[in-house]
């Protein structure tokens, strides 16, 4: 069975920092790209990181550009998105997906549709 777990979310407050994690079980996840969204109360899901799968190609939305970093540890089947410089308008429920062709496994697509195997989220609020 094919799951992706994120964990790691949080109440935490403005400037401060949290390292969310993306284990994967039922399938290896270094082998293929993994993505980073979000999505807030209102709002529509938007992507916020990715990384291909073997790291050379990593993107990040504008918005978290220098304050957060994607990684990923192939010997635990693990993406990471460590955040800092948290913001309130980071509040929201963040999941990882990979995509799971090998033909895109050296990018990270731009469309969320490219990615077919989903966690159910973490939640992050950033509030004092």
């Known amino acids: 069975q094919l799951q992706l777990v994120e964990s790691g979310g949080g109440l935490v407050q403005p400037g401060g920092s949290l390292r969310l994690s993306c284990a994967a079980s039922?399938?290896?996840?270094?082998?293929?790209?993994v993505g980073w969204f979000r999505q807030a109360p209102g709002k529509e899901r938007e992507g916020v990181s990715c990384i291909s799968s073997s790291g050379g190609m990593i993107t990040y939305a504008d918005s978290v550009k220098g304050r957060f970093t994607i990684s990923r540890d192939n010997a635990k089947n693990t993406v990471y998105l460590q955040m800092n410089s948290l913001k309130p308008e980071d509040t929201a429920v963040y999941y990882c997906a990979a995509d799971r062709s090998l033909f895109r496994r050296n990018v990270c697509s731009g469309y969320g549709t490219a990615y077919n195997t989903w966690g159910q989220g973490t939640q992050v609020t950033v509030s004092s």
């Open positions: 039922g399938f290896t996840l270094d082998y293929y790209a």
